[in-house]
């Protein structure tokens, strides 16, 4: 049984930092791909960041220069640090897991977080 646990969501001003945490818990192998995505309100969910387990990197153009994915193999976990952020940011932040191999043979092809909400308001 795989579980994902998120944390370091909050209020922030404007040009203000957050660092959001998402911990894999399970009879984990290997995780190929962790990530980031977001769903402002209104708004369609999309694509933030996402690393794979070489510590190969994508993120949205809105977010480049400005937020940093890295991941710890080991620990299961990925991080999100996120600097300059802009109200446009404030959404619900969801983190996502693929293609997770555990023990006895067992795969999960996607997993997500239950989000964590950032606003970013003065």
């Known amino acids: 049984q795989v579980q994902l646990v998120e944390s370091g969501g909050g209020l922030v001003q404007p040009g203000g930092s957050l660092r959001l945490s998402c911990a894999a818990s399970?009879?984990?192998?290997?995780?190929?791909?962790m990530g980031w995505y977001r769903q402002a309100p209104g708004k369609q969910r999309e694509l933030v960041a996402v690393?794979?387990?070489?510590?190969?990197?994508n993120y949205a153009d809105s977010v480049k220069g400005r937020f940093t994915i890295s991941r710890d193999n080991a620990k299961n976990t990925v991080d999100l640090q996120m600097n300059s952020l802009k109200p446009e940011d404030t959404a619900v932040y969801y983190c996502?897991?693929?293609?997770?191999?555990?023990?006895?043979?067992?795969?999960?092809?996607?997993?997500w977080g239950k989000g964590t909400l950032v606003t970013v308001s003065s």
């Open positions: 690393i794979s387990s070489g510590g190969s990197t």
């Open positions: 399970g009879n984990i192998l290997s995780i190929n791909f």
């Open positions: 996502n897991v693929r293609n997770v191999r555990t023990g006895g043979l067992g795969y999960v092809a996607e997993l």
